[in-house]
């Protein structure tokens, strides 16, 4: 059974960081792909960033690049967001995902398996 639980979500100051974590089970991430999403209220869910399957390519949103970095330890089958400069339009619910898809298509239709998300609140 495939099991995705994030955590390190809160409030953060603008210009702040947070690091959130996403412990996966019942998958090895080695041969899935991974997004992490995000939802804000009144908007749709979109892609922050994922990573292929096939070739581990790393893809940002235009609006996260530079300021957020994902990472991968393959050992504990755990994916990390970490989130720098922090900006009051990232608050949002934030999701990890997984797929046996390839993963180049980064859109929340792509993915099967999602964790239950976690809050990212920034504000002075």
């Known amino acids: 059974q495939v099991r995705l639980v994030e955590s390190g979500g809160g409030l953060v100051q603008p210009g702040g960081s947070l690091k959130l974590s996403c412990a996966t089970s019942?998958?090895?991430?080695?041969?899935?792909?991974i997004g992490w999403f995000r939802q804000a209220p009144g908007k749709e869910r979109e892609a922050v960033s994922c990573?292929?399957?096939?070739?581990?390519?790393?893809m940002y949103a235009d609006s996260v690049k530079g300021r957020f970095s994902v990472s991968v330890d393959y050992a504990e089958n755990t994916v990390y967001l970490q989130m720098n400069s922090l900006k009051p339009e990232d608050t949002a619910a934030y999701y990890c995902?997984?797929?046996?898809?390839?993963?180049?298509?980064?859109?929340?239709?792509?993915?099967?398996?999602w964790g239950q998300g976690t809050q990212v609140n920034v504000s002075s």
């Open positions: 995902a997984v797929d046996r898809s390839s993963g180049y298509v980064c859109h929340e239709s792509s993915f099967a398996f």
């Open positions: 019942g998958v090895d991430l080695a041969w899935y792909a």
């Open positions: 990573i292929t399957s096939t070739d581990s390519r790393i």
